[in-house]
C-alpha cells in the first residue's frame, strides 16, 4: 500500500475516533489502517480513543496491533493512552488499557512525567475515585 492510502485510510480511523463510530473503525482497520500510524500533528490513534473514552475503539486498535503504552506527542495530545483516559476518568478505556498489557506505573514523557494514577487524583477534570481504585487493583506503586 502506498504512502497516500495509508494516510486516507489513516483520516479515515481518525474521523472515526472523533464521531465514536466503531463500524468505520473497524472498516479503516480492515482496509488496512495502521492502528499506530500517527496524524499530521504526532497523536496515535490509541491516545485519541482513549482521552475520548471511546473504549471499543481502543480495543479495535489494541487487538489490531496498536501497543498501549506508546506515547503520543500531538500538540496538545501529550502522554500515554493510560495517563489520557485516567485524566477524564474514563473507567472503562482504562479497563480495557489495562487488559491489553498497559503498565499502570509508567509515567509519562517518557518516564520522566506523572504516573495515571496522579492524573485520577489531583488532574484537570479530577478526582476520578472509581479509575484510582481500578489503577490500585491493578498495581499501583505509587501515586507521585
Known sequence: MNHRQQKKLSRRLFQAIWSSDTGAAKAALRAGAAPERRNDVGTTPLYEASVSGRAEI????????????TESAGLGAEGTPLCAAACWGHTATVRTLLAH????????????????????????????????????????????
Open 58 to 69: 481502543a480495543t479495535l486498535l489494541l487487538v489490531a496491533g496498536a501497543a498501549p503504552d
Open 101 to 144: 498489557g498497559a503498565n499502570p506505573n509508567l509515567r509519562e514523557e517518557h518516564g520522566t512525567g506523572r504516573p495515571p494514577i496522579a492524573w485520577t487524583h489531583d488532574g484537570p477534570h479530577g478526582p476520578h475515585h472509581e479509575t484510582a481504585a481500578l489503577l490500585t487493583a491493578a498495581g499501583v506503586i505509587t501515586a507521585g
